[in-house]
């Protein structure tokens, strides 16, 4: 939600979609690395795209996991231009 709220009027048709995380789980701590990409059309209709990889560290406490620190990495970034919306 507050993704979203940042940037009001500057972006539409925002996506963000995660693809499945490899998880290594070693007693009560694990890993993971979860690829994303990303795409929104800005107010001016050009489409933007990101593409990355979160590196997840998670803590098991109390028979829960949670996580402790997360890094980003943004391996690419991207224009292919104005977007069409709808079928034509």
Do not use: C
């Not at 940037?7 to 925002?14: A, E, I």
């Not at 997840?56 to 943004?74: A, C, G, H, M, P």
């Amino acid at each position: 939600e507050r993704f979203f709220q940042q940037r009001p009027g500057q972006y539409h048709h925002m996506r963000h979609k995660l693809y499945e995380p490899q998880v290594t789980i070693h007693e009560d701590t694990a890993s993971a690395a979860t690829y994303f990409d990303s795409d929104a059309v800005d107010k001016d209709g050009k489409v933007h795209v990101i593409a990355g990889r979160y590196d997840d560290t998670l803590v098991k406490e109390s028979e829960q996991w949670f996580f402790k620190e997360r890094n980003i990495t943004v391996l690419y970034h991207y224009s292919p231009g104005n977007s069409q919306e709808g079928m034509r």
